[in-house]
């Protein structure tokens, strides 16, 4: 098993449509995480979550909506969709949210398409 | 704000040549900074990181980088390049005061025959 886990690899949807992407991670972290990423921008952090908890919103519209239930499962719960969030999104956890001195282990992306 | 600005979009070296790539920040504080590689279809995976101390830095698969306080940058190296190092690799700053990695926009390497 590899450490970050994500399903769908790959997910089109229409702008109606509702899915979810899952994240699982087999690292003993405490903290994961959700980041976007768009061609020829940054990575976009998105949400953290530290021992279950949501710490950062980072002011993502609310069509986005993630999900915890313990510290190995993330998921990223997706409604009525627009074309342009159309990109790949990583999953990615840490030991904990203290991210100066720790690493991000991230998973292979889910590639969404939104027609 | 904090940043990452990564200059070179795309660089194309040959197989067995030197490569640098750039990375400056813009951080008031001690930063720590880190340079992470993506392989084609993977996620991302820690090349090195720097926290303090000896400003050059070595990482897994034959990657260094040196820390200039002066000139705000953070610059990979790698002194002979291999057709496997062709990946898009990402500076990045973690944040102080917040749960945040700032990356840069990535870099894409092609490497020649």
């Known amino acids: 098993e590899t450490g970050v886990t994500q399903t769908p690899r790959h997910l089109v949807m229409g702008m109606t449509n509702k899915k979810s992407l899952k994240c699982e991670q087999h690292?003993?972290?405490?903290?994961m995480y959700w980041y976007k990423q768009s061609a020829k921008k940054p990575l976009e952090l998105m949400f953290v979550?530290?021992?279950?908890?949501?710490?950062e919103n980072n002011s993502v519209p609310s069509r986005f909506s993630p999900e915890c239930p313990n510290s190995s499962h993330l998921f990223l719960h997706l409604h009525t969709l627009q074309p342009e969030d159309s990109a790949l999104y990583l999953c990615a956890s840490s030991q904990d949210s203290d991210l100066r001195t720790g690493e991000l282990f991230f998973g292979e992306g889910s590639r969404l398409t939104v027609l | 704000a904090q940043s990452v600005t990564q200059p070179d979009i795309h660089i194309t070296v040959s197989e067995g040549a030197s490569l640098e790539l750039r990375c400056n920040y813009s951080?008031?504080?001690?930063?720590?900074l880190f340079w992470y590689v993506q392989s084609p279809g993977q996620g991302l995976q820690l090349l090195l990181k720097?926290?303090?101390?000896?400003?050059l830095v070595q990482g897994i698969k034959g990657f260094e980088a040196e820390f200039k306080r002066s000139q705000s940058s953070f610059n990979l190296r790698k002194p002979s390049v291999h057709w496997s190092d062709a990946a898009e690799y990402f500076c990045?700053?973690?944040?102080?005061?917040?749960?945040?990695?700032?990356f840069g926009a990535g870099t894409r390497l092609t490497v020649k025959p």
């Open positions: 979550y530290n021992f279950k908890e949501q710490t």
């Open positions: 951080y008031g504080a001690t930063p720590y």
């Open positions: 990045a700053v973690a944040l102080v005061h917040n749960n945040d990695m700032r």
């Open positions: 720097y926290f303090s101390g000896d400003t």
């Open positions: 690292l003993g972290h405490n903290a």
